[in-house]
């Protein structure tokens, strides 16, 4: 049992270059999230899924779009990165937000964008 | 809207000594209340959680919490530090349908 993949773990972008931050899990979750984790801002919800076909913004979506076409995947693309997108970037998942519902994080994807 | 306060943003103790870090949340019913650890350079791990029931939660690594309704309060305790306890602690919060939201952290370090 993988739990929550993440890929790549570190990455280095050029500002105005795109990318994605691949996250798959094998749980069979309904709920996925992406935040990102910056020094004193503790982690911050971008966008998050409650179920393939549906997504929605988070405290700070501007310059990521997600798409959640099956369960298992919820790729965030960076469409023109930015200095300010330099950051260290979470996926969650779980069966839904509610009581007893563990949430199991990735192992982090750093990136930098120069 | 729910939020999630922790006063301390570093803080420093003794190895052996006791150790409280502080979350105050903000929500208008009884939220789901999560403590997570993280290592430099890691990943995030569950300390404890409290849904519901006993106010104190026992944890992993000796760690508990005690939920205080009338302070709106969740603090992290655990008796006697470790110097492998130095890391980052983040109080969290949701409901029950809302994604999971974070305090800033309060990083922990351990002297000799």
């Known amino acids: 049992n993988a739990g929550v993949t993440q890929t790549p773990k570190f990455q280095v972008l050029k500002t105005g270059q795109s990318m994605t931050l691949q996250c798959a899990q094998d749980m069979n979750h309904e709920y996925m999230s992406w935040y990102r984790q910056d020094p004193g801002m503790g982690l911050r919800l971008i966008h998050y899924?409650?179920?393939?076909?549906?997504?929605d913004q988070g405290e700070v979506p501007n310059g990521y779009n997600v798409s959640r076409s099956t369960t298992e995947d919820f790729p965030l693309r960076l469409l023109s990165a930015a200095p300010s997108q330099t950051s260290v970037y979470f996926c969650a998942s779980s069966y839904g937000t509610g009581k007893g519902n563990t949430i199991y994080f990735g192992e982090g994807s750093w990136l930098t964008v120069v | 809207a729910q939020s999630v306060t922790q006063p301390d943003i570093h803080i420093t103790v003794s190895e052996g000594a006791s150790l409280e870090l502080r979350c105050n949340y903000s929500y208008g019913a009884t939220p789901y209340l999560f403590w997570y650890v993280q290592s430099p350079g890691q990943g995030l791990q569950l300390l404890l959680k409290?849904?519901?029931?006993?106010?104190l939660v026992q944890g992993i690594k000796g760690f508990e919490a005690e939920f205080k309704r009338s302070q709106s309060s969740f603090n992290l305790r655990k008796p006697s530090v470790h110097w492998s306890d130095a890391a980052e602690y983040f109080c969290a919060i949701n409901s029950g349908n809302t994604p999971l939201v974070f305090g800033k952290g309060t990083r922990l370090s351990v002297i000799a």
């Open positions: 409290y849904f519901s029931g006993d106010t």
């Open positions: 899924s409650v179920g393939a076909g549906i997504t």
